[in-house]
């Protein structure tokens, strides 16, 4: 049986959506904006808040690094002045960890680097969510693995041949392992979502807990990857879709968020066991809908019925109209008012 325990929260074929807030850096580097992002996903009822961890002086090159970075999303005039803006150190990580618990929510981040990897380990994360741009680090997968802690890979701009070298090379050291499909595209396109891969991971790792890093602009592709058999959702959040930064446009705002989670829950119970059965809600509503075989005329005892004696009509508290060609040829055995029900009992 497949299943996933992240800090309390079983995730398996059977249970809810692991439905994760990808927070990133739209918090903008400020620390209440942060808690800003926290407060709101936990009222839209995600079970987990995530943040991206970067050292990037280790993570990129000089030249990356001092790029010039001069566009209306810039927090910087190099790019690795933008992205030191974005990162929180050990002080802001301990305050949200702490205030993620107040809230009552699970709170991890992906790890772009050894480093970075390591500062989370020292925080004590609950899991490490590795990044698509590093399926194929199997370096840095190795790293994160041994610390032992439950991984979420994503496998956007992957082959299936990059997905198993992946899984290959963390199952033998922590098999506390779940994939995520991803397309890594941002906003992704509808007919770049790929969802039947979905099945196609389920087929391949039945063991493992499969899921979808969600870059569409809309949540309906997230209810469908969870008919699908995907169990976490992993979804871009913000406050406002028109703040600074490159991801707050395909992120979902807080009414999409709770959209998402509500009909998450719903398609889960909607999903039922299977069994095709009447429901007592049903009832009433067939019993008003339904139809029977009644008298299309007055009738005689002693007549034998035709077609042209019998009409069908609603409620349905009699003989209903599959037996239409047991009644046929029938003797009547009473009168019958025209509207009136027709009885086996009566009929010879």
Known sequence: MRKLTIDGFTISDDSDCFVIAEIGN????????????????????????????????SLLTRAAYNKPYDNENSFGATYGEHREALEFGREEYVELKKYAQELGLIMFATAFDFNSADFLADLDMPAYKVASGDLKSIPLLKHIA??????????????????QRAYDAIM???????ILQCTASYPAEPEDLNLRVI????????ELVIGLSDHENGIAMA???????????EQHFTLNHTWKGTDHAFSLEPIGMRKLVRDLRRVKVAMGDGEKKIYPSEVNPIHKMGKKLVAARDLKAGQVLTLEDIAIKSPSDGIPPYELDNVIGKTLTKDLLEDENFLFENLK
Do not use: W
């Not at 992002?37 to 839209?44: S, V």
């Open 26 to 57: 739209n918090h903008q580097g400020d620390l209440e904006k942060a808690k800003d992002l926290f407060k709101a996903a936990k009222e839209c009822g995600v079970d987990s808040v995530k943040l991206q961890k970067r050292d990037n002086k």
């Open 146 to 163: 041994k610390i032992g802690k439950p991984m979420i890979v994503s496998t956007g701009g992957g082959t299936m041949e990059d997905v």
């Open 172 to 178: 033998p050291i922590n098999s506390q392992l779940a």
């Open 199 to 206: 099945n196609t991971y389920r087929k391949r790792f039945p």
């Open 223 to 233: 209810v469908a990857a969870y008919v699908l058999g995907s169990r976490v959702v």
